[in-house]
């Protein structure tokens, strides 16, 4: 269990680790990080929800259940993180970013794989599920916040405006919303047009964490080491639990789902939370980036717990 765990977070701070040397040894210029990271929330990302989402069966993205345990747990987390942040100081952009962080699960780099080994093919399914729940529930969120935060000093129905048109024309939501249309008409998805969009889908992780190492190498201020730790405590420890305590609660839903909405929750912290910190600003990126870090490497010895939990979970 421990082997399977490791082998799922060492790509991670691989990649990292490339973009970090990339850019001490200036391998790629300064703005190369910028390019690839406006390169994965306008293309690869949304690529790859689209498809994710697509292969789908329809009868899986409507699972109620699920639904409030998966977007339930991380928007509950999510508005403890950002009232935390909020009470001791930060701006709502900032706050926004870093609530984001505690709550957005990377599903597709390691949760997936570690589901598919622990639990089986089966959990393929529900785990997709969840990383479209992330992205199209909890993504969208922290669009709409970050949105609203930055039109603060117009008046509130311009600010909702603005906000609710920067969702609409997000490509990760359209494409999102593309991916449910195509699987609820059931529509294939296959030939030269799929090994396209597989092509770019698979681009995303690298795009993204080296990126992130790219930052990284830069000359950046230090990031807030209690503001890492809250991220850390709400993402790891508080969000598994939050979504352990609604799938308890809720009506029963298949005890394979249930497993995989607890794992999910219990994953590190996606870098899709540092692909919107790019329009947050330094100290954005820059906690981002050190809360993604950190959390991968806290998650070798708390996802242990969580795995034994998840296995045991009788429900």
Same mark, same amino acid.
């Given at each position: 269990?421990?082997?399977?765990?490791?082998?799922?977070?060492?790509?991670?701070?691989?990649?990292?680790?490339?973009?970090?040397?990339?850019?001490?040894?200036?391998?790629?210029?300064?703005?190369?990080?910028?390019?690839?990271n406006r390169l994965v929330i306008s293309l690869t990302l949304p690529v790859l929800t689209f498809r994710s989402i697509a292969q789908m069966a329809a009868h899986d993205l409507a699972s109620p259940q699920m639904i409030v345990a998966v977007a339930?747990?991380?928007?509950?987390?999510?508005?403890?993180?950002?009232?935390?942040?909020y009470a001791r100081g930060k701006d709502p952009v900032r706050a926004n970013i870093a609530a984001l962080a505690a709550c957005y699960s990377n599903t597709a780099f390691v949760g997936l794989p570690i589901a598919a080994i622990l639990l089986g093919?089966?959990?393929?399914?529900?785990?997709?599920?969840?990383?479209?729940?992330?992205?199209?529930?909890?993504?969208?969120?922290?669009?709409?916040?970050?949105?609203?935060?930055?039109?603060?000093?117009?008046?509130?129905?311009?600010?909702? !405006? /603005?906000?609710?048109?920067? +969702? &609409?024309?997000?490509?990760?939501? =359209?494409?999102? $919303?593309?991916?449910? @249309?195509?699987? *609820?008409?059931?529509?294939?998805?296959?030939?030269?047009?799929?090994?396209?969009?597989?092509?770019?889908?698979?681009?995303?992780?690298?795009?993204?964490?080296?990126?992130?190492?790219?930052?990284?190498?830069?000359?950046?201020?230090?990031?807030?080491?209690?503001?890492?730790?809250?991220?850390?405590?709400?993402?790891?420890?508080?969000?598994?639990?939050?979504?352990?305590?609604?799938?308890?609660?809720?009506?029963?839903?298949?005890?394979?789902?249930?497993?995989?909405?607890?794992?999910?929750?219990?994953?590190?912290?996606?870098?899709?939370?540092?692909?919107?910190?790019?329009?947050?600003?330094?100290?954005?990126?820059?906690?981002?980036? !050190? /809360?993604?870090?950190?959390? +991968? &490497?806290?998650?070798?010895?708390? =996802?242990?717990? $969580?795995?034994?939990? @998840?296995?045991? *979970?009788?429900?």
């Amino acid at each position: 269990m421990l082997l399977t765990i490791l082998s799922a977070l060492a790509p991670i701070f691989g990649l990292i680790l490339v973009g970090f040397g990339c850019a001490r040894h200036k391998l790629l210029p300064e703005t190369a990080f910028e390019v690839l990271n406006r390169l994965v929330i306008s293309l690869t990302l949304p690529v790859l929800t689209f498809r994710s989402i697509a292969q789908m069966a329809a009868h899986d993205l409507a699972s109620p259940q699920m639904i409030v345990a998966v977007a339930g747990g991380a928007l509950a987390v999510y508005a403890v993180g950002f009232a935390l942040e909020y009470a001791r100081g930060k701006d709502p952009v900032r706050a926004n970013i870093a609530a984001l962080a505690a709550c957005y699960s990377n599903t597709a780099f390691v949760g997936l794989p570690i589901a598919a080994i622990l639990l089986g093919p089966g959990a393929i399914g529900p785990a997709t599920l969840a990383g479209t729940l992330y992205a199209g529930v909890v993504f969208t969120t922290g669009v709409l916040v970050g949105e609203l935060a930055d039109n603060a000093g117009g008046a509130r129905r311009q600010a909702l !405006r /603005a906000a609710v048109t920067a +969702v &609409a024309r997000s490509p990760l939501i =359209l494409g999102a $919303v593309a991916g449910i @249309v195509w699987a *609820l008409l059931g529509l294939p998805l296959a030939g030269p047009a799929d090994t396209l969009l597989s092509t770019l889908a698979a681009a995303t992780p690298a795009c993204a964490l080296i990126s992130i190492g790219l930052f990284m190498g830069r000359a950046n201020p230090p990031a807030e080491r209690p503001v890492i730790a809250r991220i850390a405590l709400l993402k790891l420890i508080i969000h598994p639990l939050l979504t352990l305590g609604l799938v308890l609660v809720l009506p029963p839903m298949p005890p394979l789902w249930a497993k995989v909405a607890v794992l999910m929750a219990a994953m590190p912290t996606g870098t899709s939370s540092f692909v919107l910190a790019g329009r947050a600003g330094s100290w954005a990126l820059q906690t981002s980036a !050190r /809360a993604i870090l950190v959390t +991968v &490497a806290l998650a070798a010895v708390t =996802l242990v717990p $969580v795995v034994w939990l @998840v296995l045991m *979970l009788p429900v």
